[in-house]
């Protein structure tokens, strides 16, 4: 197994993957993080801050729904669209590219795939 | 050969439950509620049944032998997440603080995709049974394993005893069981489904019961949405018109105003969920990384739906029940506290059926949940510590027979401690098992996973570093120091210390590792590369030919 991992190491195409793959989980990450703390700060500091006003204000003329809940029940919608992307591609592309870099590595030390 | 004993646990709760305290005090006093229950607890006990004749190994008692689909797994997640607590909870704040409630909801999903992107992969592809199994591949079996158990089964004796006196007061309320027999009903019903079904009954339980929970919480919505012609702005309306805060009850306010609390909060919530024990091992259960990925995307997909489920449900509760009298006690509080708001809109928007409906869904729920953590403690004990520390050359057979006895220990145990807290508000338990997550699992897992350089002594330094400071601070907080113990002024004057707890954790583990200049280290350094690959492809994972 030590020397498939080895194998694997020197692929290029598996820093490939793994650069690619890592970029894709942080970025998406980082943009629920950001969203989720925005989020909570804007609540703790409505309604002092000029970022939070509006959360009180309603979405459109004489409508009840406030900004603030508007963008909640967005949040979940968002995060929803976020996983399915992710699945998407790691299931597709990825998936496919590391099954290949695998069977390589396999082919290479005589095992069979 | 099963069936006897399972049979004799069906008859001893049907002899169980028939209304011993005054029924005065139920919500209902139907059989609604109880014959709904019924058929719950009958249709598990068969699906228990069934999984025990397929139980053998310790493969199929932890992880039901690796064969659950990542819908069933995503529903089971869902399940796992949608406890009574957080169903009756969320819905009773929303219900009485409107907007507020929403951080919770919003707090608890974003905990999801941050799973999916940063831990399940790679997780499946180096775990067993436990989360310790991924950690220890590359660091120091003894002592990581005995750190990752204690945080283990601190979190999960923590949140077994919130859910328990939760349980047991909620049955006190909804039918009119006396206390102690509740707890006991609890107890003995998820010792069934865990010592004789293992994780594939454990699952299906938690299956079901995300099923009834879905469609009863669709149900009183749709019902609730009719009534202002399927106008959230018209249900709005009518609940800011109940509300003593009118149309400021659809703003940020009141709950939570101080943003160290407010973050450190969300850390508690977003991180907690990332290193809570019973969900970690559900990604053990499915066959490969795929799957694993899969059911984290219907696991979101549900919990997001049900947090939109107890947002309308809450503002419903508001417009509906909010100023009538008929669920307003003498001083003109809501009957049972506001976490009945959802069970009175129930009553509301389907009557008496729809009512009995939905508190058996509850019980179920809390059945479910209760045994999810004892399958998750009791593989602590035994895969964690029996079997890697103290007994190495232990058989199957032995293991699975000692992780029997450590469910059947662990729900005496929680039922002692049930009773024992009868009287205490218990919702800082729960708290508090979320804050440990966040603070000893979470970070030791991270960094085994994502950081070259973390050794066992740094791992060992930030975990206990954490669980000290995460019991240390809720106890000499507000909430314990003051409200439970009566102390004046509390030492820690933060309600919420997971950010704290969470950052020294990662702070002491980094700090220590980049220290430590040992040759055991060095090893463990050098490891990480076949741990990365392992990591990245699943090649060699368990399960996987080799």
Same mark, same amino acid.
């Given at each position: 197994m030590q020397q498939v991992y080895r194998l694997i190491f020197k692929d290029p195409r598996f820093h490939d993957l793994q650069r690619r793959r890592g970029r894709l989980s942080w970025t998406l990450a980082g943009i629920v993080i950001a969203n989720d703390t925005w989020y909570v700060l804007a609540t703790a500091f409505y309604p002092e801050a000029a970022f939070a006003r509006f959360w009180g204000l309603p979405v459109s003329e004489g409508a009840a729904i406030t900004w603030g809940i508007a963008i909640g029940l967005a949040q979940t919608v968002l995060f929803i669209l976020l996983v399915l992307y992710y699945i998407y591609r790691a299931n597709g592309e990825f998936e496919t590219l590391k099954e290949v870099v695998v069977a390589d590595a396999l082919r290479a030390v005589g095992t069979q795939p | 050969m099963l069936f006897r004993p399972l049979a004799a646990a069906a008859a001893l709760v049907l002899l169980l439950l028939p209304p011993a305290a005054s029924a005065a005090e139920a919500v209902n006093s139907g059989g609604v509620a109880i014959t709904f229950f019924l058929a719950f607890v009958t249709a598990t006990l068969g699906v228990t049944w069934w999984a025990a004749r397929r139980t053998h190994s310790t493969h199929d008692f932890y992880v039901a032998g690796g064969r659950i689909s990542g819908l069933q797994n995503g529903l089971a997640i869902a399940g796992d997440f949608m406890s009574a607590a957080s169903f009756l909870g969320v819905t009773g704040l929303i219900f009485g603080f409107g907007f507020d409630g929403l951080i919770y909801a919003v707090g608890g999903l974003a905990g999801w995709p941050l799973v999916l992107f940063l831990l399940s992969e790679r997780l499946k592809n180096l775990?067993? !049974? $436990? *989360?310790a199994d991924a950690v220890t591949l590359r660091l120091a079996a003894t002592p990581i394993r005995c750190l990752a158990a204690s945080g283990s089964l601190v979190a999960v004796v923590l949140y077994l005893i919130g859910q328990m006196v939760g349980a047991g007061k909620l049955i006190q309320i909804l039918f009119g069981i006396d206390y102690a027999v509740a707890v006991g009903c609890v107890g003995t019903l998820m010792m069934v489904y865990v010592c004789f079904g293992g994780m594939l009954a454990t699952t299906w339980v938690q299956i079901i019961k995300a099923v009834l929970l879905l469609s009863g919480g669709s149900l009183v919505t749709v019902l609730v949405l009719a009534q202002f012609n399927f106008s959230l702005d018209q249900l709005f309306v009518a609940a800011t018109q109940q509300h003593a805060r009118g149309v400021a009850v659809? @703003? /940020?306010?009141?709950l939570v105003h101080d943003p160290v609390s407010v973050l450190s909060l969300g850390t508690a919530l977003v991180f907690g969920t990332a290193g809570l024990p019973h969900i970690l091992m559900? *990604? *053990? $259960? &499915?066959?490969?990384a795929r799957e694993a990925r899969r059911s984290v995307f219907f696991a979101t997909a549900f919990i997001g739906y049900f947090y939109v489920l107890t947002f309308i449900i809450g503002f419903g509760a508001m417009a509906l029940v909010m100023g009538n009298p008929q669920f307003a006690d003498a001083t003109g509080r809501l009957l049972g506290g506001d976490n009945m708001a959802a069970i009175h809109l129930a009553h509301v928007a389907g009557g008496p059926v729809l009512l009995g409906f939905m508190s058996a869904v509850c019980f179920a729920t809390i059945l479910a949940v209760v045994s999810g953590l004892t399958l998750s403690g009791a593989s602590a004990i %035994?895969?964690?510590? !029996? @079997? %890697? &520390? *103290?007994? /190495?050359? @232990?058989s199957e057979q032995e293991l699975v027979r000692v992780s029997r006895y450590a469910t059947i220990a662990l729900g005496v145990v929680a039922v002692l401690l049930a009773l024992l807290f009868e009287?205490?508000? &218990? @919702?800082y338990l729960v708290l508090m098992a979320f804050t440990v997550g966040a603070s000893v699992n979470f970070p030791l897992l991270f960094l085994a996973l !994502?950081?070259?350089?973390?050794t066992t002594s740094g791992a060992l330094t930030g975990g206990v570093l954490g669980l000290v400071l995460a019991v240390g601070c809720i106890v000499l907080g507000p909430t314990v120091w003051v409200e439970v113990l009566g102390h004046a002024e509390p030492i820690v004057p933060y309600k919420y210390p997971a950010l704290f707890a969470m950052c020294a954790s990662f702070s002491g583990s980094i700090v220590v590792s980049l220290l430590d200049r040992s040759e055991r280290a060095a090893r463990e350094r050098a490891g990480f590369n076949a741990q990365y690959i392992r990591a990245q492809t699943g090649l060699g994972a368990e399960g996987t030919p080799a």
């Amino acid at each position: 197994m030590q020397q498939v991992y080895r194998l694997i190491f020197k692929d290029p195409r598996f820093h490939d993957l793994q650069r690619r793959r890592g970029r894709l989980s942080w970025t998406l990450a980082g943009i629920v993080i950001a969203n989720d703390t925005w989020y909570v700060l804007a609540t703790a500091f409505y309604p002092e801050a000029a970022f939070a006003r509006f959360w009180g204000l309603p979405v459109s003329e004489g409508a009840a729904i406030t900004w603030g809940i508007a963008i909640g029940l967005a949040q979940t919608v968002l995060f929803i669209l976020l996983v399915l992307y992710y699945i998407y591609r790691a299931n597709g592309e990825f998936e496919t590219l590391k099954e290949v870099v695998v069977a390589d590595a396999l082919r290479a030390v005589g095992t069979q795939p | 050969m099963l069936f006897r004993p399972l049979a004799a646990a069906a008859a001893l709760v049907l002899l169980l439950l028939p209304p011993a305290a005054s029924a005065a005090e139920a919500v209902n006093s139907g059989g609604v509620a109880i014959t709904f229950f019924l058929a719950f607890v009958t249709a598990t006990l068969g699906v228990t049944w069934w999984a025990a004749r397929r139980t053998h190994s310790t493969h199929d008692f932890y992880v039901a032998g690796g064969r659950i689909s990542g819908l069933q797994n995503g529903l089971a997640i869902a399940g796992d997440f949608m406890s009574a607590a957080s169903f009756l909870g969320v819905t009773g704040l929303i219900f009485g603080f409107g907007f507020d409630g929403l951080i919770y909801a919003v707090g608890g999903l974003a905990g999801w995709p941050l799973v999916l992107f940063l831990l399940s992969e790679r997780l499946k592809n180096l775990g067993k !049974y $436990t *989360f310790a199994d991924a950690v220890t591949l590359r660091l120091a079996a003894t002592p990581i394993r005995c750190l990752a158990a204690s945080g283990s089964l601190v979190a999960v004796v923590l949140y077994l005893i919130g859910q328990m006196v939760g349980a047991g007061k909620l049955i006190q309320i909804l039918f009119g069981i006396d206390y102690a027999v509740a707890v006991g009903c609890v107890g003995t019903l998820m010792m069934v489904y865990v010592c004789f079904g293992g994780m594939l009954a454990t699952t299906w339980v938690q299956i079901i019961k995300a099923v009834l929970l879905l469609s009863g919480g669709s149900l009183v919505t749709v019902l609730v949405l009719a009534q202002f012609n399927f106008s959230l702005d018209q249900l709005f309306v009518a609940a800011t018109q109940q509300h003593a805060r009118g149309v400021a009850v659809l @703003a /940020p306010g009141g709950l939570v105003h101080d943003p160290v609390s407010v973050l450190s909060l969300g850390t508690a919530l977003v991180f907690g969920t990332a290193g809570l024990p019973h969900i970690l091992m559900r *990604f *053990f $259960t &499915v066959p490969n990384a795929r799957e694993a990925r899969r059911s984290v995307f219907f696991a979101t997909a549900f919990i997001g739906y049900f947090y939109v489920l107890t947002f309308i449900i809450g503002f419903g509760a508001m417009a509906l029940v909010m100023g009538n009298p008929q669920f307003a006690d003498a001083t003109g509080r809501l009957l049972g506290g506001d976490n009945m708001a959802a069970i009175h809109l129930a009553h509301v928007a389907g009557g008496p059926v729809l009512l009995g409906f939905m508190s058996a869904v509850c019980f179920a729920t809390i059945l479910a949940v209760v045994s999810g953590l004892t399958l998750s403690g009791a593989s602590a004990i %035994s895969h964690d510590l !029996y @079997a %890697s &520390v *103290f007994h /190495p050359h @232990a058989s199957e057979q032995e293991l699975v027979r000692v992780s029997r006895y450590a469910t059947i220990a662990l729900g005496v145990v929680a039922v002692l401690l049930a009773l024992l807290f009868e009287s205490q508000n &218990v @919702a800082y338990l729960v708290l508090m098992a979320f804050t440990v997550g966040a603070s000893v699992n979470f970070p030791l897992l991270f960094l085994a996973l !994502y950081w070259r350089h973390l050794t066992t002594s740094g791992a060992l330094t930030g975990g206990v570093l954490g669980l000290v400071l995460a019991v240390g601070c809720i106890v000499l907080g507000p909430t314990v120091w003051v409200e439970v113990l009566g102390h004046a002024e509390p030492i820690v004057p933060y309600k919420y210390p997971a950010l704290f707890a969470m950052c020294a954790s990662f702070s002491g583990s980094i700090v220590v590792s980049l220290l430590d200049r040992s040759e055991r280290a060095a090893r463990e350094r050098a490891g990480f590369n076949a741990q990365y690959i392992r990591a990245q492809t699943g090649l060699g994972a368990e399960g996987t030919p080799a």
